[in-house]
């Protein structure tokens, strides 16, 4: 199947933090508290896919109040952290949203990410990734995890489905 094709089927796009919102990398203050950075571009494909009415899940290994207060920032529609088998959340969420694989897009960096990858109609990687999850991945994106790799694979899904256009006319002009 073509990139288009899967990217035009997607209904509810997955992704990690560590590696894929952030380039991977932890950073702790002077009284241990554990920063992050995150890329404003991705932000706001994370809103365009809301505007696009694309359902969003964050799914990530660590407990943190930095990743909520982003995905309350960005209108994720779903946060789970510490969650050890995420295979186990993509099949809720493909029963809560009664869809098929072939409507979801995960996007990760390493092995952990592999059980949502292996099954979604979009498996999206970064250049930054493990060897492994590149295997597994349709579409590794030009932009590094943290700097940009989440908005270009929303880009990817929106101009496949026509609706880049219409949802940044409202910008543009």
């Not at 508290?33 to 404003?40: G, I, N, Q, T």
């Not at 799914?59 to 995420?86: C, P, Q, W, Y």
């Not at 694979?153 to 496949?160: F, P």
């Amino acid at each position: 199947m073509l990139l288009d094709e899967r990217a035009s089927k997607i209904r509810l796009f997955i992704m990690d933090v560590d590696g894929v919102l952030t380039d991977g990398r932890i950073i702790y203050d002077n009284f241990g508290d554990e920063l992050k950075f995150f890329d404003v571009h991705d932000g706001l494909g994370l809103a365009l896919l809301a505007y696009a009415d694309i359902k969003t899940a964050i799914v990530t290994a660590k407990k943190s109040k930095i990743v909520k207060r982003r995905a309350k920032e960005t209108g994720i529609t779903h946060l789970f952290m510490n969650v050890a088998d995420k295979g186990k959340v993509y099949y809720d969420l493909l029963k809560k949203y009664n869809i098929g694989h072939e409507n979801i897009c995960c996007m990760g960096d390493d092995i952990i990410d592999a059980p949502m990858m292996k099954k979604a109609g979009l498996a999206v990687t970064v250049p930054n990734a493990v060897a492994e999850v590149k295997q597994i991945a349709h579409y590794v994106t030009q932009r590094p995890g943290g700097k940009g790799a989440v908005r270009e694979a929303v880009e990817l899904i929106l101009k496949s489905q026509q609706k880049w256009e219409d949802i940044t006319r409202r910008w543009l002009g």
